[in-house]
């Protein structure tokens, strides 16, 4: 198989985008169309969405997002099982930064420390800390709850960065990583994270990209490289281990073809219209996998990159060089005999999204549920870990719906948590 992807990002819902008079309605109803056309053409497998979901990280603003993207996903063929996300700035409730005093001690313990190898120590004990590594994480809580449901949420027993596989043909798959650089975007002077390298930070256990031969390492971010304060060492794990690099937060389209690898930025889907250069756009982007001369195999990509125009109003192609399409082909490392792939010694590897289809509606329910619910749910089946158990709740389960898909769980759980909705 092939794998067609949907790249969104900085879609800003906020408070009345629900509404028919919403300002920007036209061009989130014209990016539909958009895809519902490229759709009927051939389907989607994904839809990469990196980051500023919500315009403040409100709760109501989620639920209007899922509304939309739930309705997206459908009509790009790919369904909720496909959707994958990293948060934004806007996806950070800056309240509760300014008003929780561990959730600031956290952020500026690591952010002010005096060098590189301090930041990274300090970021460790952070997350190892029961009070701290929550903490951290507080500020993204309603967007956790709402990337539950596409399992894309993230808390300090990932180090802020989740892993999910797709399969290609020829025995390849792509790794795909959602990392984040958004857990200290709120610990600076407001403003602080619209200036370059002052206060955003990834760190280096998200850097690792721990990939096997003939696994396709994929990289989500919202922000670009130059804008942390680990530019380097961001900019040589991407070098390094990403084939194909997807980011968002500047509002501009951008492809960036190199040796062995291919970088996009996608156009705000909703930038401020009064913001200069105001150009609606995103990016569709299909991958196949190609066999050259002497058992050699190639990653072959085009992007298709759609951008707003005015005068008839209307997303238009951003052309290479006349080209619709942007281009590049990607040789690829044999893939060894009898090659298996690795796997961390604490977590089960997560699931292909194809392994967890259908459960999107079953993941909210669960969220939906009482913590005694939840609780008896885990235990029943066997789905945590003595670490797991130790954590709050709002990161408690983070791993139970890959665990039970890689054991062959899925009907079990799905029926335990009907039975506790009945119970409710």
């Not at 390492?217 to 670009?224: R, Y």
């Not at 109003?313 to 060089?321: E, N, S, V």
Request: charged share 25%.
């Amino acid at each position: 198989m092939t794998a067609k992807i949907l790249h969104i990002s900085d879609i800003h819902f906020h408070s009345g985008s629900e509404t028919d008079y919403d300002p920007d309605t036209p061009y989130r109803d014209a990016l539909v169309d958009k895809v519902r056309e490229s759709a009927g053409q051939a389907k989607f497998d994904c839809i990469f969405f990196t980051g500023d979901i919500a315009g403040r990280g409100a709760k109501a603003e989620y639920s209007i997002a899922r509304k939309w993207l739930d309705n997206l996903a459908a009509i790009a063929g790919c369904g909720t099982a496909g959707v994958y996300m990293v948060p934004g700035n806007h996806d950070v409730d800056r309240a509760i930064a300014r008003e929780v005093l561990v959730v600031q001690l956290a952020q500026r313990t690591v952010v002010d420390a005096a060098n590189a190898a301090e930041r990274e120590r300090q970021l460790s004990r952070a997350m190892e800390s029961a009070d701290t590594g929550p903490a951290l994480f507080r500020p993204l809580a309603n967007y956790n709850e709402f990337a539950a449901y596409y399992g894309c949420e993230i808390g300090p027993a990932e180090r802020g960065v989740w892993a999910r596989f797709l399969a290609l043909d020829h025995g390849y798959r792509l790794k795909i990583f959602g990392m984040t650089s958004v857990l200290f975007s709120s610990c600076k002077p407001a403003g602080g994270d619209d200036t370059r390298a002052q206060n955003l930070y990834v760190g280096p256990p998200q850097q690792v990209l721990r990939h096997e031969k003939g696994e396709i390492v994929v990289s989500l971010i919202h922000h670009p490289a130059d804008w942390l304060i680990d530019t380097a060492a961001q900019e040589r794990a991407l070098r390094d281990r990403s084939v194909l690099h997807f980011e968002g937060h500047v509002h501009d389209r951008l492809v960036v073809t190199g040796a062995g690898r291919m970088r996009f930025a996608a156009g705000a889907a909703s930038p401020n219209r009064y913001e200069a250069g105001f150009e609606p756009g995103f990016n569709i982007v299909q991958l196949d996998i190609v066999r050259g001369d002497r058992e050699a195999y190639f990653l072959d990509v085009e992007a298709q990159v759609w951008a707003w125009q005015d005068n008839p109003g209307r997303f238009r192609l951003h052309l290479d060089h006349g080209d619709q399409n942007w281009r590049h082909r990607i040789p690829l490392p044999a893939i060894p005999a009898g090659a298996v792939p690795m796997m961390a010694t604490d977590r089960l590897p997560p699931p292909a999204p194809r392994e967890t289809a259908g459960m999107g509606p079953a993941i909210q329910r669960f969220w939906e549920l009482s913590g005694s619910a939840k609780g008896r749910i885990a235990r029943q089946l066997d789905l945590l870990t003595d670490d797991e158990r130790r954590l709050p709740e709002r990161y408690r389960y983070t791993n139970i719906f890959s665990r039970a898909a890689a054991r062959g769980q899925v009907e079990a759980l799905v029926e335990a948590i009907r039975a506790e909705g009945e119970r409710a």
